[in-house]
Nanobody, 123 residues
């Protein structure tokens, strides 16, 4: 059974950086598609970023392109989301996601979810 545990959320100021981590157990990140989603207060969960199981394809939602970077570390079996130049609209609970596939610039078929970590960007 795949388990995903996020960490690294917190309260930051506009323009600050934050790195989220997702510890993965039950699967090896080197051959498992991974991604991040977020859900702002009163809104639906939305896609943020994903990396394909091969690592050869990385996709981002437009609002975070150029500011966020998804990466994975095989040695620690973890996935990260580096978030720079944070804005108030980035405030949300961020969820780690695993499984599925990245095809044609989209991430499909998430099979496992973490419980989320809260990021609050204060102006």
């Amino acid at each position: 059974q795949v388990q995903l545990v996020e960490s690294g959320g917190g309260l930051v100021q506009v323009g600050d950086s934050l790195r989220l981590s997702c510890a993965v157990s039950g699967r090896t990140v080197s051959n498992y598609a991974m991604g991040w989603f977020r859900q702002a207060p009163g809104k639906e969960r939305e896609f943020v970023a994903a990396v394909s199981h091969t690592g050869g394809s990385i996709v981002y939602t437009d609002p975070v392109k150029g500011r966020f970077t998804i990466s994975r570390e095989t040695a620690k079996n973890a996935v990260y989301l580096q978030m720079n130049s944070l804005k108030p609209e980035d405030t949300a609970v961020y969820y780690c996601a695993g499984g599925g596939m990245v095809v044609a610039g989209r991430y499909y078929g998430v099979a496992a979810w973490g419980k989320g970590t809260l990021v609050t960007v204060s102006s």
